[in-house]
């Protein structure tokens, strides 16, 4: 335990990094959605079913109007002059048209360069649509004579209920944070573990641990594998912190995580081992510590699902025990499942597991025999 408070990096990695940047990511996504963007609208009609559409707009939560267009010269370079997200256009004579039962179409523009934006403002304008076309449709079979509950079936003979089950609000917070969070927790570990055996040969302090460990590569290998899960134990505890800080929600199953995150904590840390046994510079096993890990968020199919990679992609993400902790955390975390669906993860990474602790123990065994060996020789 001193040896790894000893380094400054270690330090850093241990304290400062998680607790500036789990909370500082938490503050970002606190809002948890995204709520009034702003959006403009350039009314053609000028009809009371026009300043209907503007109310929907305006009444939608995640939408504000904050500007008006006036021409159609304003809408070409619109986005490149002001911040709004999406311009509603109503065309001119779109009451009329509805009136005669003839289809008019409200144009929307939306600004998608960033995907969030452009998928939230698809959906309102969707919904807005739906729902105010299905009210003139049902305002005029009234008026041609079919009551209420008729004109409704006609207007919407085929009815969608969704209804989310999990994360039903779509929620940021409850979604990014959790996921970032994790993945900044392998690496923190894996680049803690990872200078462990490594830095003994660069201080010069490995004959001294052989002979602490009495000549044994495995109480070295569980000596160091144990303290260094007692201080990425507090880390996990330190996430489940910021868990209960922000309000994300358990699912009532907390040992279950506990025990998840534990398992995941010891397959970092023997595979950071195993680096650290294996190459002798600390700096090259850094460099390769870096590069397995840094592609874990893209590749574990958090962003982006892994059925939609190309072969080799998806074939790279199954060597990252990331993407098997993460998809037995969400089963757990948001779905709620009971413990026993998250085997198939568990056995992945319990490879991972014993290749790390396998490896580690073997490099370790074969440097303890060549240190004893050249004693043996000098004695001689």
């Known amino acids: 335990m001193a040896l790894i408070g000893s380094s400054k990096s270690n330090r850093n990695l241990l304290l400062i990094v998680p607790v500036v940047v789990f909370l500082l990511l938490g503050f970002i996504y606190q809002k948890g959605a995204l709520r009034e963007i702003p959006v403009a609208v350039f009314d053609e009609d000028h009809t009371t079913l026009s300043r209907t559409i503007i109310q929907f707009i305006d009444a939608s939560p995640a939408m504000k109007i904050t500007y008006s267009l006036s021409s159609h010269n304003d809408l070409k370079k619109f986005f490149l002059q002001h911040d709004e997200r999406a311009v509603f256009r109503i065309p001119r004579n779109l009451m009329k048209d509805v009136i005669k039962g003839k289809a008019s179409r409200v144009q929307v523009l939306t600004n998608s360069n960033n995907i969030v934006f452009g998928n939230i403002l698809l959906r309102e304008a969707y919904m807005i649509s739906g729902t105010v076309s299905a009210g003139a449709t049902i305002q005029r079979l009234q008026a041609e004579g079919l009551t209420e509950e008729q004109a409704m079936n006609l207007a919407l003979p085929i009815r969608v209920n969704s209804k989310p089950l999990f994360n039903p609000i779509y929620n940021y917070l409850y979604y990014l944070l959790p996921g970032l969070m994790t993945v900044l927790l392998q690496m923190i570990v894996f680049f803690v573990a990872i200078r462990s055996i490594n830095s003994e040969f660069s201080r010069g302090s490995f004959d001294s641990l052989v002979e602490t ?168």
């Open 213 to 380: 460990s009495g000549g044994s590569a495995l109480n070295i290998l569980l000596g160091k594998a144990l303290a260094y899960f007692f201080v990425s134990f507090g880390l996990m505890m330190f996430i489940a912190l910021v868990f209960m800080l922000f309000g994300i929600p358990f699912k009532e199953k907390e040992l279950e995580l506990i025990l998840l995150f534990s398992y995941f904590i010891l397959v970092n840390i023997f595979l950071g081992m195993m680096l650290s046994a294996t190459i002798d510079d600390e700096i090259m096993s850094l460099d390769i510590a870096f590069f397995y890990n840094s592609p874990a968020f893209v590749f574990s199919g958090f962003t982006f699902p892994l059925f939609g990679m190309p072969f080799f992609d998806t074939l790279y993400a199954q060597f990252i025990p990331y993407t098997h902790f993460l998809h037995a955390f969400f089963k757990l975390y948001q779905v709620g499942t009971p413990f026993s669906y998250i085997k198939p993860e568990l056995l992945i990474l319990s490879l991972f597991l014993f290749t790390g602790l396998i490896t580690t123990w073997l490099a370790l065994h074969i440097r303890i025999k060549g240190i004893q060996k050249s004693r043996q020789l000098t004695l001689a």
